[in-house]
């Protein structure tokens, strides 16, 4: 199993920055990919950005400009810093690991999820 723990979150005004962190826990070495959504009140859970294994990046164009995912292995921890923060942004934000349990069988984890309030 993957266990995923997020921080970070919290409140911010209209063009600050935050940093969140996802902790991952478990069959580490069986992670092919995570990802970060956000999820707005009334809205649809959607992607914003993703990595791989291998270290490639991927954002919907929304964010791209403003928002870069990263990894550092050694402490087993995904981070999106955001920039330049928007009202519209306010959601809670998860994180999400895609590992491999066996052969042919692919799982998704998700973490807990952090809120993000962008105030005007």
């Given at each position: 199993q993957v266990q995923l723990v997020e921080s970070g979150g919290g409140r911010?005004?209209?063009?600050?920055?935050?940093?969140?962190?996802?902790?991952?826990?478990g069959s580490i070495c069986s992670i092919n990919a995570m990802g970060w959504?956000?999820?707005?009140?009334?809205?649809?859970r959607e992607l914003?950005?993703?990595?791989?294994?291998?270290?490639?990046?991927?954002?919907?164009?929304?964010?791209?400009?403003?928002?870069?995912?990263?990894?550092d292995n050694a402490k087993n921890?995904?981070?999106?810093?955001?920039?330049?923060?928007?009202?519209?942004?306010t959601a809670v934000y998860y994180c999400k690991a895609d590992w491999v349990?066996?052969?042919?069988?692919?799982?998704?984890?998700w973490g807990q999820g952090t809120q993000v309030t962008v105030s005007s």
């Amino acid at each position: 199993q993957v266990q995923l723990v997020e921080s970070g979150g919290g409140r911010v005004q209209a063009g600050g920055s935050l940093i969140l962190s996802c902790a991952a826990s478990g069959s580490i070495c069986s992670i092919n990919a995570m990802g970060w959504y956000r999820q707005a009140p009334g809205k649809q859970r959607e992607l914003l950005a993703s990595i791989t294994s291998g270290g490639n990046t991927n954002y919907v164009d929304s964010v791209k400009a403003r928002f870069t995912i990263s990894r550092d292995n050694a402490k087993n921890t995904v981070y999106l810093q955001m920039n330049s923060l928007k009202p519209e942004n306010t959601a809670v934000y998860y994180c999400k690991a895609d590992w491999v349990a066996g052969p042919g069988t692919v799982f998704s984890s998700w973490g807990q999820g952090t809120q993000v309030t962008v105030s005007s």
